[in-house]
């Protein structure tokens, strides 16, 4: 049977369509109670995740984040609905849970995803100028290895509940934070963890963060929005399709802000960011060539295991390791700066990132 | 001999890389690229058509596809 392209989210307005929502809905959820300039950032929700779950436990970043949920959740309804929930996997599952690991603790280096560096950049913060840069020249050197080769092997066909693994650990992840919810003035409630101050204090109400999740997670599956693809695309194919939702994102966050009062340009005070610009850069180097070789910003890991694609779902748990690992051991920055170890993460993680570029070459 | 491409079990970018390459190793003539899933249809798609190349997709058993790209 014949067919043409019938996706109407997977066209150029499509795709701006979606990047506009997503920005416009961060710029509300960081009306409603959303950590300043972070509103929706994939990997310090994914960080603030593992703190509520204790793999980490630095008090001011912890609360089950129901916009993650909602990602998974929502492209996996929408993976159903148009029938394109596929259970795949078995592409190097090993190397991408060290892709993940690694690109969270990139991420936190330099405090955020890809996400975060538009929604920075939409709140005035000169320092993710620097996240941008690095971003950039780390899904640049990504280019040179595909260029070369680089190729993670293909995925096989896995069994239906494989691939339903990630939306009911969503699922139950979700239960967790009905059963147990926040406490006033209780840093633990049940099994979960809670901020009573610091960023992981700050969130909408429930509804609202899993209602902005899931229909961002339903656009966002049916129009393939992916950071990482947006800049790679366009460096290795001058193919600008993804690249126009990046724009479409920062520019209508950028305006939101405008006029919610949330716009502040400068460098120094900015919420959540420190202003060591090299770190700023080589942090996000690193988040970025690892979303690369892995084939999606984090966001887009989310999607792809609501899909059913358990290579996806394997990163991502790698993600929330990454996050456990950063924080206990001092690689995460900090408002005041890099962690006790964040020049050596830096390092090592470069140096695995190499590793599994050049020897994954066919 | 028509060209063929088999990238299933893959995701973006190899098969776009694939597809690019035989673009242009053959220059023009006929293509066939196997995909399997969704993402990778557009892309593939999106692609060639953006190098002049007229694309016809078949949907194949077990959500698999065959873009055949043509270019005279």
Same mark, same amino acid.
């Given at each position: 049977?014949?067919?043409?392209?019938?996706?109407?989210?997977?066209?150029?307005?499509?795709?701006?369509?979606?990047?506009?929502?997503?920005?416009?809905?961060?710029?509300?959820?960081?009306?409603?109670?959303?950590?300043?300039?972070?509103?929706?950032?994939?990997?310090?929700?994914?960080?603030?995740?593992?703190?509520?779950?204790?793999?980490?436990?630095?008090?001011?970043?912890?609360?089950?984040?129901?916009?993650?949920?909602?990602?998974?959740?929502?492209?996996?309804?929408?993976?159903?609905?148009?029938?394109?929930?596929?259970?795949?996997?078995?592409?190097?599952?090993?190397?991408?849970?060290?892709?993940?690991?690694?690109?969270?603790?990139?991420?936190?280096?330099?405090?955020?995803?890809?996400?975060?560096?538009?929604?920075?950049?939409?709140?005035?913060?000169?320092?993710?100028?620097?996240?941008?840069?690095?971003?950039?020249?780390?899904?640049?050197?990504?280019?040179?290895?595909?260029?070369?080769?680089?190729?993670?092997?293909?995925?096989?066909?896995?069994?239906?509940?494989?691939?339903?693994?990630?939306?009911?650990?969503?699922?139950?992840?979700?239960?967790?934070?009905?059963?147990?919810?926040?406490?006033?003035?209780?840093?633990?409630?049940?099994?979960?963890?809670?901020?009573?101050?610091?960023?992981?204090?700050?969130?909408?109400?429930?509804?609202?963060?899993?209602?902005?999740?899931?229909?961002?997670?339903?656009?966002?599956?049916?129009?393939?929005?992916?950071?990482?693809?947006?800049?790679?695309?366009?460096?290795?194919?001058?193919?600008?399709?993804?690249?126009?939702?990046?724009?479409?994102?920062?520019?209508?966050?950028?305006?939101?802000?405008?006029?919610?009062?949330?716009?502040?340009?400068?460098?120094?005070?900015?919420?959540?960011?420190?202003?060591?610009?090299?770190?700023?850069?080589?942090?996000?180097?690193?988040?970025?060539?690892?979303?690369?070789?892995?084939?999606?910003?984090?966001?887009?890991?989310?999607?792809?295991?609501?899909?059913?694609?358990?290579?996806?779902?394997?990163?991502?748990?790698?993600?929330?390791?990454?996050?456990?690992?950063?924080?206990?051991?001092?690689?995460?920055?900090?408002?005041?700066?890099?962690?006790?170890?964040?020049?050596?993460?830096?390092?090592?993680?470069?140096?695995?990132?190499?590793?599994?570029?050049?020897?994954?070459?066919? | 001999?028509?060209?063929?491409?088999?990238?299933?079990?893959?995701?973006?970018?190899?098969?776009?890389?694939?597809?690019?390459?035989?673009? !242009? *190793?053959?220059? +023009?003539?006929?293509?066939? &690229? %196997? #995909? /399997?899933?969704?993402?990778?249809? =557009?892309?593939?798609? !999106? *692609?060639?058509? +953006?190098?002049?190349?007229? &694309? %016809? #997709? /078949?949907?194949?058993?077990?959500? =698999?596809?065959?873009?055949?790209?043509?270019? +005279?």
């Amino acid at each position: 049977m014949a067919r043409g392209v019938k996706n109407v989210f997977a066209t150029t307005a499509g795709i701006v369509a979606v990047g506009a929502v997503i920005g416009l809905v961060a710029a509300f959820l960081q009306k409603s109670g959303n950590p300043a300039n972070m509103a929706i950032c994939v990997a310090c929700f994914g960080r603030d995740i593992a703190g509520a779950l204790g793999l980490h436990r630095a008090a001011v970043v912890q609360y089950m984040r129901p916009e993650i949920i909602g990602f998974v959740l929502g492209s996996f309804v929408a993976a159903l609905a148009f029938k394109e929930f596929k259970p795949t996997g078995g592409s190097a599952p090993l190397a991408r849970f060290v892709l993940g690991m690694i690109a969270m603790i990139g991420a936190l280096i330099f405090l955020g995803c890809p996400w975060r560096v538009i929604l920075r950049l939409a709140g005035g913060d000169g320092n993710a100028l620097f996240g941008l840069v690095g971003l950039v020249t780390g899904v640049w050197i990504g280019t040179l290895f595909f260029k070369s080769g680089f190729n993670l092997g293909r995925t096989q066909a896995q069994s239906t509940g494989t691939g339903l693994i990630m939306p009911l650990l969503m699922l139950g992840l979700l239960a967790l934070r009905v059963v147990f919810p926040p406490v006033a003035g209780e840093a633990q409630s049940g099994v979960l963890w809670y901020s009573l101050k610091g960023p992981g204090a700050a969130y909408a109400p429930l509804l609202l963060s899993l209602g902005a999740g899931l229909g961002i997670g339903f656009l966002a599956q049916r129009s393939r929005f992916c950071t990482m693809g947006a800049i790679r695309d366009v460096l290795l194919f001058k193919q600008w399709y993804l690249m126009f939702g990046f724009l479409a994102l920062l520019v209508t966050a950028l305006i939101a802000n405008i006029i919610l009062g949330q716009f502040n340009p400068g460098f120094e005070g900015q919420p959540v960011a420190h202003t060591m610009w090299f770190w700023n850069f080589a942090g996000m180097l690193v988040a970025g060539l690892a979303f690369a070789l892995a084939g999606g910003c984090p966001g887009r890991q989310l999607f792809m295991s609501g899909e059913g694609n358990s290579d996806a779902g394997v990163f991502v748990l790698g993600s929330l390791a990454g996050a456990g690992i950063a924080h206990n051991f001092g690689l995460a920055s900090s408002p005041t700066g890099i962690g006790p170890h964040g020049v050596s993460a830096v390092v090592i993680c470069l140096a695995v990132l190499m590793f599994i570029g050049f020897t994954n070459r066919k | 001999m028509k060209h063929k491409v088999d990238a299933r079990g893959l995701s973006c970018p190899q098969p776009v890389l694939m597809a690019m390459q035989a673009m !242009r *190793a053959n220059g +023009s003539g006929e293509i066939e &690229v %196997v #995909v /399997d899933n969704e993402a990778s249809r =557009e892309n593939v798609a !999106r *692609a060639a058509q +953006s190098q002049g190349w007229s &694309v %016809v #997709v /078949d949907d194949l058993d077990g959500g =698999e596809f065959r873009l055949s790209l043509a270019k +005279s």
